[in-house]
């Protein structure tokens, strides 16, 4: 499977805890998107990096959120002490050279109970 | 501040009719403006894209109309089927600039058989 991937699909946290996301962004493409869908709303940006840096965050909460895309391994989204308002969809897209191609992953829907 | 904006926000259309998504833009500076299309619980593909230096494109069934004057783009669907039925978003990006993706609300299409 060359397409994007994203793990786990389905992520359930009680407030207070942590939520880590994956993305494995498609093979060749060394820039990574992060996006949020919270329920009947389209998707927002949140963070855009390549590899070993965070290009631009702007669209990302100053607080308890943060992301990564290590020289080896998968991009990650961390969310530290999750409240409710944090639950949405969350979604992955990577791109190539041409930036504006952006094909995304199937998502990680986190609940926060 | 909304800097896509789509309408309507649902459709419903009878079988072989021709669905029509309006998007409108206010940042010149977009120079991408690609289409999405999202099913229940998946992640948003990437279906047709456009640049304003072209009024038209078609990609099979989906075609796209653009007017750079009016700073508006659009999304026909040809010969329409029930397997259409699903979310539409249009987007717009500066390919030079900053590379986030900004979304449209989105329209749940429904085709009727």
């Known amino acids: 499977n060359a397409g994007v991937m994203q793990n786990p699909r389905h992520l359930v946290r009680r407030r207070g805890q942590e939520a880590r996301l994956r993305c494995s962004p498609m093979?060749?493409?060394?820039?990574v998107y992060w996006y949020r869908q919270l329920p009947e709303e389209g998707l927002k940006f949140m963070v855009y990096?390549?590899?070993?840096?965070?290009?631009?965050e702007s669209g990302m909460p100053k607080e308890r959120f943060s992301a990564e895309f290590p020289k080896e391994g998968p991009s990650i989204l961390r969310i530290q002490q999750v409240v409710r308002g944090d639950s949405a969809a969350y979604f992955c897209?990577?791109?190539?050279?041409?930036?504006?191609?952006?094909?995304f992953g199937p998502g990680t829907r986190l609940t926060v109970t | 501040q909304q800097q896509v904006k789509q309408s309507p926000q649902s459709l419903i259309v009878q079988k072989g009719g021709i669905p029509i998504i309006n998007c409108a833009y206010e940042?010149?500076?977009?120079?991408?403006f690609p289409w999405y299309q999202q099913f229940p619980g998946k992640g948003p593909a990437l279906l047709i894209a456009?640049?304003?230096?072209?009024s038209e494109k078609k990609e099979g069934r989906f075609t796209i109309s653009f007017n750079k004057s009016a700073k508006q783009f659009s999304l026909h669907i040809m010969d329409s089927q029930p397997g259409d039925s699903a979310t539409y978003f249009c987007?717009?990006?500066?390919?030079?600039?900053?590379?986030?993706?900004?979304f449209g609300q989105g329209t749940r299409l429904t085709i009727n058989p």
């Open positions: 987007a717009a990006i500066e390919a030079q600039g900053a590379q986030k993706l900004v």
């Open positions: 990096l390549q590899k070993e840096n965070i290009i631009d």
């Open positions: 456009i640049r304003p230096d072209v």
């Open positions: 940042n010149t500076a977009f120079d991408y």
């Open positions: 093979k060749g493409h060394s820039h």
């Open positions: 897209a990577s791109s190539g050279l041409a930036g504006h191609e952006q094909y």
